[in-house]
């Protein structure tokens, strides 16, 4: 296991709002969806 894996709960104090939960694995910036789902267009 890599030294850098959070082994408990991670304290996230958040606004009031609508968030969305990456669901996929490919999110840069988890646990929250950055788009990273959608596939690329192709040129
Ligand atoms: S659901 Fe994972 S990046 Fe959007």
């Known amino acids: 296991m890599a030294d850098d894996v959070v082994k408990g709960p991670y304290l996230m104090v958040m606004n009031p709002g609508v968030y969305f939960w990456c669901s996929c694995g490919g999110s ?9 789902h959608a596939p690329k267009k192709k040129k």
């Open 28 to 36: 840069k910036t988890p646990p929250f969806c950055d788009g990273s």
